[in-house]
Structure formats: structure tokens, C-alpha cells
């Protein structure tokens, strides 16, 4: 013990990154359906702290590590969030939220009157309950002491299992009916104009009547390849190529206009052939494909654009990210002047701009330190949640001149797990001897304190929305997902239901309740004279 001790004691960094390496393994043991991923590095890390205290980094490490995390989690899902706080079904979904956040702070602080917890402990709960890491660091910013950490260190694991338990039995009691959605993907196919109907009409016309989500993106007219545009006329017996999502769309297409003719258009490349582009060029991403002056001395478009592992039908508002896929039809010469348009590098596609991610960032902290006069309260800072408003503001224009505050998906879960990686471990560390000894008297009551601040937080949410509103289940896990934020909880509900509503739900829903908790625990300390 004391020759661990004095190995890791004058070496931090040795034992931080330890700790995570230790604590990932751990968080990779699955039972039965159950892993703590980046939680186990928490435990770790206060096994550590207590091990060799001395060992425990500085702070800053922490503070970098969350700033880190919530400028990702704000760029990745500004959009999402204020479509969610404008739309109908958005402001119902975050007020039955708010509904489980308040129900859970509420008991912590029962807890505090009734059974003389100390505040920190109660903070720590109602973070660790809701599984956020920003909560802890803003409860602990707000004391000046790490009590936060050791309720939040009992409280995390019921705050991963128990909305997963209560997903699971909602499932198995209710039997809900989900269909999974068909495999992402887009249909193509060449289809003859027999239709009289649709004789000399123009191609913004027909599609105006073609089924949901299928389009029409060139045209073979006397022998020739070219793009289709709105205005571009088609006659008798041309041949148009469609695109759909489903096999089932394109076959009523095929049925409107005309006939099947398979690779009429597509077998001819000497007009038009096919070229895939990565988007890594900072000059096209976050432009909308209306927008964009596509080069070449011909004519070209624009035929699917795949994101992540999706693919997306493209429309002029649709926005450009890094890392995007862009299936083009051009002229073959064009494909050089195409591929320098658009960037096409696989490496470019996991790069980002510093100057944006240093300018948001400091906006982000000086937001933070801003100051208001509240009644009753005193002054209050946002903290850390300043970091994660100035992103989500960030995330929603997406672009501003030539600046693009958009992060590629894969750099931007680097960033993102990293910083939660660090802030765990550094806070863990620094709260190990004290966990210690506070599990050692009093280790089972806040066990099951822990457990009911969980119960408040989850059931409420899934009674108002699934018997007082009756709404889909797949809806409800996104939102139970949202308001407990750990990742786990929406890859299970992702397994029960696996249609696109817990992504969307959880995406509207997340960013909103975590400054909903930040800013609790920032205020409730106030009326207890903290």
C-alpha cells in the first residue's frame, strides 16, 4: 500500500489517466443488459482518491474536461433543442420533464428537513439521480466543499439501472405496438414516362404529385443524360431516374408515371456518371444545398446526401455537415473541379476550426460569470451552464459569415467523452477519502435515499405521458432518456423501440433539463443560508 502510495502520489497525471484506463475496463462489463460505461471511471476514480490522495489533479483538469463535454453536447444538438421549445409537441415533452427534474429536487430537499441530511449530500443525490456530471460541478462551485460528490457517487448507479428497470416494465406491462422503421437507405430506379398526364409538364410539377419522399433527379431525353431540374419539361417516353427511401414509394412512382425501365439512364455514364464526396471543405459546410454553385461546364445535381449511417433525401434547406456523404450525378470532367468544391477528404472530415471552438468557449465562461441580481436569492452566475447555452445558440446557426461552429460527429465524440472521462476522474479522485468514511457510517440509508430521489424523477414522467396524455411509447423512452440524460438509457430505449422518436425526443429534451438542474442547484442553497 505504501509503496503504491509513494508511486503515485508525486505523479497526477500517472494516476488520472490510470484511473480511466481502470475505470473503462470495468465500465465495459456488461450484465445482462447492464454496463455503468463511463460511470465505472467515477467509482474508480474514488478508490483512487482514496488510495493515494495525494495523487489528485488540480481542478482545472475537471473544469476543462466538463467545458469540453457540454460545448459538444450543445453544438450536436442546438437545432433539436429550440425546434423543441417552439413546437407544440416540444414545449408538452419538456414540461412533463420538468415535471420529473422538479419532483426529484423537491424530495432531495424533503430529505434535508426531515431527516437532517446535509445539503451537499441532498445536491448530490438529485445529480447523481439524473446521472449530471454538470449539476455535480455546478453543487460543488456553489458550496465550496466536495459533499456533492459522495451523493452523487451512491446515487449515479441507481440513476443508470433504475429508468432502464422502469422502461423494461413498462414495455412488458403495456405490450406497445412499434414498428421499426424500414433500413436507412434510398431506393433508385429508371422508370419510362407512359403517364399522357404528365406529357409536357415540368418536373417540379410531377413531383408535386408523386408520393411522400420520392423525387426525380435526371432525366434521358433523346438519348441523352441530363440533371433534373424544377423547370426541366418531359415528354412522352423519357425516361426519368427516381429516388425513394422505400422500395414500397418507389413502386407507386414507377406505377404513376409510368413503367419500370431498369437501366435505361443508368447504364449510360457518357453524359452523366455517379460521384460520391466527402464534405470537408469549411466553405460548403453548414450552407443549405439551394444555396450552393456547383462547378463544371455542365449540368449536375445533387442525389442523396448520407450522414452518419443514414441516408437523407436532399432538399434545398438542407444544411451541410463535416463528415457528410454527397452522392452527385455529373459529367465526368467535372469530377476533379466536384471533389476540390467539396473538400473529399476522409481527414477533413475529423478536423475543426480552433478559432470557433476557442471564441464559443469563451463566450460560453464569460455568459457564465455574468452576474444577476435575483430576489430573495442574492446575485446568480449560470456557471458551466454558460458553456452549454452559448453552444446551443451555436448549434442552432450553425453558421455565422465564414465561421462555422459545427463540429464533424466523429471529433465531436472524442471531444465529448473525453472531457466527461476527465471531469469524472478528477472529481472522483478529489472526493475519495471523504466517500470513504461517509459510505462507512451511513452507507445504506443514503442507498436508499439515493433510490427514492430516482423513483421521483421517473415515475412522474411516465404516468403523465403515458396515462394522462397517452402518448407513443417510443416518444416516452426518448423523453425519460431526455430528462435522465445518461446515453445508456437512450440505447436501451433505442433497443425496445427502435424508431427515430427517443433520438428526437432525447435531443429536445437534454440540453434544456440539464440547465434546468444546473440552475437548482445554484439557487436552492440560498434559502438554506449557503
Not at 483538469?61 to 467545458?67: E, F, N, Q, R
Not at 422505400?246 to 407507386?252: D, G, I, P, V
Not at 429534451?509 to 449557503?530: E, N, R, Y
Request: glycine content about 12%; charged content about 15%; overall charge neutral.
Amino acid at each position: 500500500m505504501e509503496t503504491i502510495q509513494a508511486l503515485l502520489g508525486p505523479q497526477p497525471m500517472l494516476a488520472l489517466f490510470l484511473t480511466i484506463a481502470i475505470g473503462y475496463l470495468l465500465g465495459e462489463v456488461n450484465i445482462k443488459g447492464f454496463s455503468l460505461g463511463v460511470g465505472a471511471v467515477l467509482f474508480v476514480a474514488l478508490g483512487m482518491g482514496w488510495l493515494a490522495p495525494k495523487s489528485v489533479p488540480s481542478p482545472m483538469v475537471g473544469t476543462l474536461g466538463l467545458a469540453l463535454f457540454l460545448y459538444g453536447v450543445g453544438v450536436s444538438y442546438g437545432k433539436q433543442f429550440f425546434a423543441g421549445l417552439t413546437s407544440p409537441a416540444g414545449i408538452r415533452a419538456n414540461l412533463i420533464a420538468l415535471v420529473g427534474v422538479m419532483s426529484a429536487g423537491a424530495v432531495s430537499l424533503i430529505f434535508v428537513q426531515t431527516m437532517d441530511l446535509k445539503l451537499g449530500y441532498a445536491l448530490g443525490l438529485f445529480a447523481g439521480s439524473g446521472t449530471s456530471t454538470p449539476t455535480l460541478q455546478a453543487a460543488i462551485a456553489t458550496l465550496g466543499n466536495e459533499d456533492p460528490a459522495i451523493g452523487y457517487s451512491v446515487s449515479y448507479p441507481f440513476g443508470v439501472a433504475g429508468p432502464i428497470l422502469f422502461l423494461y416494465i413498462a414495455f412488458t406491462v403495456l405490450k406497445p405496438k412499434i414498428v421499426a422503421p424500414a433500413a436507412a437507405g434510398l431506393e433508385f430506379l429508371d422508370v419510362a414516362l407512359r403517364n399522357p398526364e404528365f406529357y409536357g409538364k415540368t418536373v417540379g410539377d410531377v413531383m408535386a404529385v408523386l408520393p411522400d419522399g420520392a423525387q426525380i433527379v435526371a432525366v434521358r431525353h433523346q438519348s441523352h443524360n441530363e440533371p433534373a431540374s424544377s423547370d426541366s419539361v418531359i415528354g412522352e417516353n423519357d425516361v426519368v431516374l427516381v429516388t425513394a427511401p422505400t422500395k414500397e414509394a418507389l413502386a407507386k412512382a414507377a406505377a404513376f408515371l409510368g413503367e419500370a425501365a431498369p437501366g435505361r439512364l443508368i447504364k449510360d455514364r457518357k453524359d452523366l456518371d455517379y460521384l460520391r464526396v466527402f464534405v470537408s471543405k469549411p466553405a460548403v459546410v453548414g450552407r443549405a444545398l439551394g444555396d450552393l454553385d456547383l462547378p463544371g461546364e455542365t449540368g449536375s445535381v445533387i442525389a442523396h446526401v448520407r450522414r452518419g449511417d443514414a441516408d437523407i433525401l436532399p432538399q434545398p434547406d438542407l444544411a451541410l455537415e463535416f463528415g457528410d456523404r454527397v452522392g452527385l450525378l455529373a459529367n465526368r470532367g467535372d469530377f476533379a473541379a466536384m471533389r476540390k468544391y467539396f473538400g473529399d477528404s476522409i481527414k477533413g472530415t475529423a478536423e475543426f476550426s480552433y478559432i470557433s471552438i476557442g471564441i464559443g468557449m469563451a463566450l460560453g465562461f464569460l455568459i457564465g460569470a455574468i452576474q444577476l441580481p435575483l430576489p430573495f436569492i442574492g446575485k446568480l452566475s449560470v456557471g458551466m451552464a454558460g458553456v452549454l447555452i452559448m453552444a446551443l445558440i451555436l448549434g442552432k446557426l450553425r453558421r455565422t459569415g465564414g465561421m462555422n461552429w459545427t463540429i464533424p460527429l466523429s471529433a465531436n465524440l472524442v471531444l465529448r467523452n473525453l472531457g466527461l472521462t476527465l471531469f469524472l476522474a478528477q472529481v472522483g479522485m478529489a472526493s475519495g477519502p471523504k466517500f470513504a468514511a461517509t459510505v462507512t457510517e451511513q452507507g445504506f440509508t443514503m442507498l436508499i435515499l439515493g433510490a427514492v430521489v430516482l423513483i421521483a424523477l421517473v415515475v412522474p414522467i411516465l404516468i403523465i405521458s403515458l396515462f394522462i396524455y397517452r402518448m407513443p411509447y417510443d416518444e416516452v423512452a426518448g423523453i425519460v432518456a431526455g430528462a435522465c440524460g445518461n446515453p445508456a438509457i437512450l440505447a436501451y430505449s433505442n433497443k425496445l423501440a427502435p424508431t427515430e422518436r427517443p433520438d428526437l425526443a432525447y435531443a429536445m429534451i437534454f440540453p434544456g433539463m440539464t440547465i434546468v438542474k444546473i440552475l437548482f442547484v445554484d439557487i436552492v442553497p440560498a434559502f438554506f443560508g449557503k
